[in-house]
């Protein structure tokens, strides 16, 4: 036991040494969250770089042709998709690869209109499993209304990639008067959620037995341009629409707040999150504002058409619960603060490192 | 009863707002109270409970992480023998990103090692029953509460007679480091929640003679903001009366005598060790290792990384942070080179530090 004679000397500061990862790309790269930011900074932007990739947004919104008169705007979109396993309760890797990218050109405020496929399959994939994929594809795209114009395939050895992984690209048209992207949030305006978040991490999760345990929760993956199209009919003064994939809410409100140069307030009792979400999340120690979603969107309009842009969203099947979960305001400017349960308030930040890896 | 209506009994804001006026009432004079373990420091910033007090209470942060306090020296010999070829070497997740001297266990991956995060020991067992032509080795870090279950993984080995199943251990215990502080010259505390998971497993008839020895009153504190709110009032109500009692402010998963069960399956497994925890020193008598008979399990010696030794550089103050000397923010790297992205030490990588807790959830405008 311990006295007073053998107590320990405290041997003052010490510490380890700083590692950056500068060197070689590790799972968090791929997070979505500040690893993935620090990668397009740092590596990405010094060689490939444009106007429409400096907005920061997932969508590029560029003329339509060269002469800088006319009206409308194209939105382009690209997205890959590596979920593991393909199949997941609500959905699998083809509706996915459909949804992700509807729903990156739907952001712009424009409707998505065509996408391409691009393949890559790992020799001794069964054909059965590729047709179910295909089937989910055909059917998410009938859905969403766009049209699949083009693709590509190409097969690795089996081991240099897992089963099949999907890059989608989309085109969309933004008409003409209409902007609306992460920089554009105003002090005053509300923060709108089309539902509960969470879901997607959590049910992919599930699907890999990785819980320990049942989880009873479905993917929210959905095309949203449909709900997308009645909250801007509703609200033609929207400012933001984005939708909180990888990283979660928390992430992606960041974002957003990094972009305008503003403050966002949450109020965390009104964050919807389905029960059985919050209880996988509390025991296995995740914050689900930093869960992945794929079938839900973010809505900043002004205060005076945010109740029309919630109706607008409820009457769709996606946004039935769609809820408003804060507001805009102007200092401290790009930071996230959600006022806590018990009345204190906290910083919400970015999400570091890797949580779930390879769930989109 | 289901999770969700467990805790949100204890979130209950109304009756959290009662404990909170009743602390305000009785507190008179300043105190200081330390939170031992890391998922109280995170659940008091995570609900912003330190602005709820009154400015009398000064709530700091100890050693409870047990990322943070694991010896670099460790973590060298994690990735020397993660990087071997023949190796799945198995971890709980917040141990991948710590630095060793040269690099971290996700580098390690990177490079091609075989490292897994685990949510069990269990499941690195089962890992070697799958991988015969392997071997499986467990970090198997923590305080009294991952004990039981890594010591399990170890008797379940033998009695599978495993040949290919290991661990790496680096457990620690909490009274010790709790001497540690109080016995330091420059001891602030004055009161202790003490770590609620920890007292499950131990009970807590190993405190009374430490808040004896010290004059320092403690309570038994559970993780909820309502068993927050509930321990620090305990505290407050015996500083104010200058009582010193340990009392039991988690009755509902903590008895005096603790799992009876859990400790037989640790003291099966492991005995008292000294060990050496980071930003603190070597602490006689203040963890486990493998017993003598149980040594094949022992992954150090099993890989001959016993003679790798490491220093640890002075470049922050994590050492002050662990002993509640100091807040994160008072670091001069805090929040600018010192980031959860690239953390410098490892109370900002954690998820159980006080640095990543106050850069989280209280970041200080740094710009």
């Not at chain 2, 680096?170 to 202790?192: D, E, K, T, W």
């Amino acid at each position: 036991m311990l006295n007073d004679k053998n107590l320990p000397t405290i041997e003052g500061p010490v510490c380890a040494v700083p590692l950056r990862h500068a060197e070689q790309i590790v799972m968090g790269h791929g997070s979505g969250g500040r690893m993935t930011h620090d990668l397009i900074e740092k590596t990405f932007k010094p060689f490939l770089a444009s106007d429409p990739l400096a907005a920061g947004n997932d969508f590029a919104a560029v003329l339509s042709n060269n002469d800088g008169q006319s009206g409308g705007r194209l939105a382009v979109s690209t997205d890959s998709h590596i979920v593991t396993p393909l199949f997941f309760p609500g959905g699998d890797i083809g509706r996915l690869a459909v949804c992700g990218t509807v729903n990156d050109i739907s952001m712009s405020g424009g409707k998505a209109l065509y996408l391409t496929a691009g393949f890559i399959l790992e020799e001794g994939l069964r054909v059965e499993v590729l047709e179910q994929v295909l089937a989910s594809m055909q059917a998410a795209a009938a859905e969403a209304g766009v049209q699949i114009i083009a693709g590509d395939t190409k097969v690795v050895e089996r081991g240099k990639a897992d089963q099949i992984f999907i890059n989608t690209a989309g085109i969309g048209w933004i008409p003409e008067g209409r902007h609306v992207g992460g920089e554009l949030a105003q002090p005053g305006d509300a923060v709108l959620i089309s539902g509960t978040i969470g879901d997607h991490g959590i049910a992919v999760l599930s699907a890999r037995g990785e819980l320990g345990f049942e989880a009873e929760v479905q993917s929210d993956v959905a095309p949203l341009n449909q709900l997308i199209q009645a909250v801007l009919a509703a609200a033609p003064h929207t400012h933001v629409l984005r939708d909180p994939t990888r990283g979660g809410l928390a992430t992606t409100l960041n974002e957003i707040a990094d972009q305008s140069r503003v403050a966002i307030l949450l109020d965390e009792a009104k964050i919807p999150i389905h029960p059985p979400v919050r209880a996988a999340c509390e025991m296995l120690g995740f914050d689900a504002l930093y869960v992945a979603n794929e079938g839900k969107v973010i809505v900043i309009v002004p205060e005076a058409e945010a109740e029309a842009a919630l109706m607008a969203m409820r009457s769709s099947r996606y946004g039935t619960e769609a809820t408003r979960i804060g507001s805009v305001q102007e200092s401290p400017a790009k930071r996230v603060l959600m006022r806590t349960l018990i009345g204190g308030t906290r910083v919400l930040d970015m999400m570091s490192g890797e949580m779930l890896p390879r769930i989109c | 009863m289901d999770v969700q209506s467990f805790s949100s009994a204890f979130r209950d804001n109304d009756i959290i707002q009662g404990v909170l006026k009743e602390i305000r009432r009785t507190v008179t004079q300043p105190w200081v109270i330390m939170e031992i373990c890391g998922g109280q420091t995170h659940a008091i910033m995570h609900y912003g409970l330190d602005q709820l007090l009154p400015p009398e209470i000064e709530l700091v942060h100890g050693p409870g992480c047990p990322v943070c306090v694991t010896p670099l020296e460790l973590i060298d010999k994690a990735l020397v023998i993660a990087a071997r070829p023949d190796v799945i070497f198995c971890s709980y997740g917040d141990m991948l990103r710590v630095p060793g001297s040269q690099r971290d266990l996700f580098s390690v991956r990177a490079a091609g090692g075989d490292v897994r995060v685990v949510y069990s020991a269990l499941d690195a067992v089962k890992l070697a029953q799958q991988n015969p032509d392997k071997q499986v080795v467990f970090f198997a870090i923590g305080f009294e509460t991952t004990a039981p279950p890594n010591a399990m993984s170890v008797l379940q080995a033998q009695s599978l007679g495993l040949k290919n199943y290991s661990v790496l251990v680096s457990q620690v215990c909490v009274p010790p480091a709790m001497h540690a502080i109080l016995g330091s010259p420059a001891n602030r505390v004055q009161g202790f929640l003490l770590a609620g998971h920890v007292c499950t497993v131990m009970g807590y008839q190993e405190y009374p003679p430490l808040a004896e020895q010290y004059s320092v009153p403690m309570a038994v504190t559970g993780f909820e903001p309502l068993d927050l709110v509930q321990g620090i009032l305990q505290v407050v109500r015996m500083l104010e009366k200058g009582e010193v009692e340990v009392q039991n402010a988690y009755q509902r998963a903590v008895t005096a005598g603790g799992n009876k069960a859990a400790q037989a399956i640790i003291f099966k497994t492991f005995q008292q060790v000294d060990r050496n925890w980071r930003g603190i020193g070597t602490i006689p008598q203040s963890g486990w290792g493998l017993r003598p008979e149980l040594v094949e399990f022992d992954a150090e010696k099993r890989f001959s990384v016993e003679d790798i030794h490491t220093a640890e550089s002075p470049l922050c103050i994590a050492g002050e942070i662990l002993q509640g000397l100091k807040k994160p923010h008072q670091c001069p790297a805090f929040g600018l080179q010192c980031t959860p992205t690239s953390p410098l030490g490892a109370p900002m990588v954690s998820a159980e530090g006080a640095c990543s807790a106050y850069y989280r959830y209280a970041r200080v405008e740094s710009n």
